[in-house]
């Protein structure tokens, strides 16, 4: 039964890293076909932000994916080591998860003051108060 048990669930992991590499790929290539769209109408810097937002939310979505498969790989009666792996891992990951994660707010941050920016010098443009 638990030979069983382990070919399931190492199914189950490539399935899962399969799914976070195709998370991965797909952000990468919509990413870049944006980048491009926008180097051709935009040219400024300001105009990149968005799409590394959305490039860095599928990295961290790629990343739990790939996180979740290396759980499911120790799932089945783990060794010492593989159980040393997996928290090795794991810290990785989960930092690279969360300097990723502080980098998009940031820069959500960043878009969100410059927006308010933009709407004070508009609306002074225009008769209103500040």
């Known amino acids: 039964m638990e030979e069983l048990l382990a070919e399931v669930v190492n199914v189950l992991v490539v399935v899962v890293e399969a799914c976070g590499a195709a998370v991965i790929i797909v952000g990468a290539v919509w990413a870049f076909a944006r980048f491009v769209w926008v180097g051709v109408r935009h040219r400024t810097t300001a105009a990149f932000v968005?799409?590394?937002?959305t490039l860095g939310r599928f990295l961290a979505l790629g990343l739990e994916f790939q996180l979740a498969s290396d759980v499911l790989r120790t799932a089945v009666a783990p060794s010492w080591e593989?159980?040393?792996?997996?928290?090795?891992?794991?810290?990785?990951?989960?930092?690279?998860?969360y300097?990723?994660?502080k980098e998009i707010a940031e820069e959500r941050r960043q878009i969100a003051d410059e927006q308010d920016q933009v709407d004070v010098t508009s609306h002074d443009r225009h008769g209103g108060t500040v």
């Open 50 to 53: 968005p799409v590394r937002l």
């Open 82 to 97: 593989e159980l040393g792996q997996l928290a090795a891992v794991a810290a990785i990951r989960t930092a690279l998860n």
């Open 99 to 101: 300097f990723l994660s």
